[in-house]
């Protein structure tokens, strides 16, 4: 009895000392990393295109152009692998008195460029560090310098500066080589101010070193509980064990039937937006919103079905072909969506049962967008009204 009361003592002891040392450690912030977001940034961009390259790399007085106001805009999204996909868009001014291309200008010319470009994370080979963030990188872009536009190959080197999980600051440095003959080659340096958002965060290697620490924490602390309570325990297990049986098979009787319910559901669904498809679309003429008979017939057949069927909602998207501004067409297809669910209305069907979308041009049924040629026959088909299930 006597080392029974010396072994509960000790195992009561090594409870305590486990139980303290897993208050003392816990996981924090600082354990915690980016893993991948969206990156917005904003600044400024240098240009030197003087064609002597690395001979003239700090000669900022006659060489490097910018402007004093911000003149970059930059839109990235990382991912948790390291790899990282940007859009930049670019503007400077290429200054009288500055050396372009060997020879020094007399007139001030816009220089424009729009790049993509892939990078990778080199903290993923060195480690994660807050204050210094390296990448390197290749893309391509389109640049218009020295009134000569060309096609460039990128490759980039750079670094950011972290102050938060979502403002720091970006420094970059581009060689940008010209497709073909057209236009030279030249460097393009960047500062500027970065916003990370859609964060998605884990664990840094010292956190997942610290949260594994815990985690045998808590194993030897199981060890210790079970040494104390084993028989309980079993006798728990057995409990536990009978009533997760019972609860997985009313689990499982409640899945078979929701999902019968579910089908039944989209059979139901299916066969009402068969029925929807039958009745055809509501066509429109090239800049109208008139309901013509063809597709009133159509809409008297739909009201009939929703008078038929209380239940049943409905989402009206209309269309428009490509022919038009986007703006145009956007309004275009919000006076026709509004008169197709105002017809359906005067036949006695409630407005709340009807949701609208208008989509513009944005869902074209075939080629036909933009400067592309198609005949009359192919645009009708995306002018229109059409109509979806929304719930019953």
């Known amino acids: 009895m006597k080392n029974n009361k010396h072994y509960l003592l000790i195992v009561t002891l090594l409870l305590s000392i486990t139980m303290f040392a897993q208050e003392e450690l816990q996981l924090t912030k600082k354990d915690s990393i980016v893993k991948s977001s969206w990156m917005l940034g904003l600044g400024y961009n240098f240009v030197d295109d003087s064609g002597d390259v690395a001979n003239g790399l700090f000669n900022f007085k006659e060489e490097w152009n910018s402007t004093p106001y911000p003149n970059r805009l930059s839109l990235g999204r990382y991912f948790k692998s390291g790899v ?39 903290n993923k080979l060195i480690g994660q560090t807050a204050w210094f963030d390296p990448y390197i990188g290749a893309g391509l872009g389109y640049t218009d310098a020295n009134n000569v536009g060309r096609g460039t190959y990128n490759a980039i080197v750079g670094f950011r500066t972290w102050f938060s999980d979502r403002i720091g600051l970006d420094f970059s440095s581009s060689g940008k080589w010209a497709m073909g003959n057209e236009g030279t080659n030249h460097l393009q340096h960047s500062v500027g101010v970065v916003y990370q958002f859609g964060i998605e965060k884990g664990l840094s290697k010292k956190g997942e070193e610290k949260l594994a620490l815990i985690q045998a924490q808590e194993k030897e602390k199981q060890r210790v509980n079970d040494s104390i309570a084993n028989t309980n325990r079993i006798k728990e297990e057995m409990l536990l064990a009978e009533k997760l ?14 999902e019968k319910i579910e089908q039944a559901k989209r059979e139901r669904i299916a066969k009402l937006q068969g029925k929807i498809k039958d009745y055809g679309l509501v066509y429109f003429s090239l800049n109208s919103s008139y309901i013509n008979r063809n597709s009133r017939k159509v809409l008297e057949s739909l009201a009939t079905l929703l008078k038929e069927t209380p239940d049943l909602n409905l989402t009206i998207a209309s269309h428009t072909d490509s022919r038009g501004s986007s703006a145009y067409n956007k309004t275009l297809s919000q006076r026709r969506v509004e008169n197709t669910k105002a017809y359906l209305t005067t036949l006695g069907i409630e407005p709340s049962r009807l949701t609208t979308k208008a989509y513009g041009e944005e869902k074209l049924l075939n080629e036909c967008g933009d400067g592309v040629y198609c005949p009359e026959s192919k645009h009708k088909v995306n002018r229109r009204s059409e109509f979806l299930v929304l719930e019953f």
């Open 84 to 122: 990282g996909v940007e859009a930049i868009a670019s503007y400077n001014k290429y200054k009288e008195g500055k050396v372009i291309d060997g020879v020094i200008v007399t007139d001030e010319t816009d220089y424009l460029g729009f790049d993509a470009r892939l990078t990778y994370d080199l």
């Open 245 to 258: 049986a019972k609860e997985k098979e009313a689990a499982r009787l409640a899945a078979l039937e929701k």
